[in-house]
């Protein structure tokens, strides 16, 4: 998994690339832990993410709440529609705001 950021103001652009799974998601929570303080926005760009798990989910609500308590938002863009399936089957499709 490749891991991009670009930071402008209070919105953090995380980029995703590759597997997001049992092995890779803490990494992934680490490098959102890094920032999180000065932000209320996340937008995730999961153009190149290949795969999603449960342990990469868990990340996304977690991003989610925190954006949440600061009365931010979180945005996923450009999502495949194999990774819509899952967000669908998982439930988590419901919640989160998808462009």
């Known amino acids: 998994m490749t891991v991009t950021k670009q930071k402008e103001g209070s919105t953090l652009t995380v980029g995703v690339e590759g597997r997001l799974d049992t092995l890779t998601a803490p990494d992934l929570e680490a490098e959102i832990k890094t920032d999180i303080d ?27 709440k925190t954006t949440k308590a600061k009365n931010g938002s ?12 899952i967000f669908k089957v998982s439930g988590i499709g419901d919640i989160l705001k998808i462009e």
Do not use: C, P, Q, W
């Not at 153009?47 to 868990?58: P, Q, W």
């Open 74 to 85: 979180m945005v996923v863009r450009n999502v495949s529609d194999y990774i819509k399936g």
């Open 38 to 64: 000065d932000v209320t926005d996340i937008i995730f760009d999961f153009e190149k993410l290949e795969y999603i798990s449960s342990a990469g989910l868990r990340v996304l609500m977690f991003a989610m």
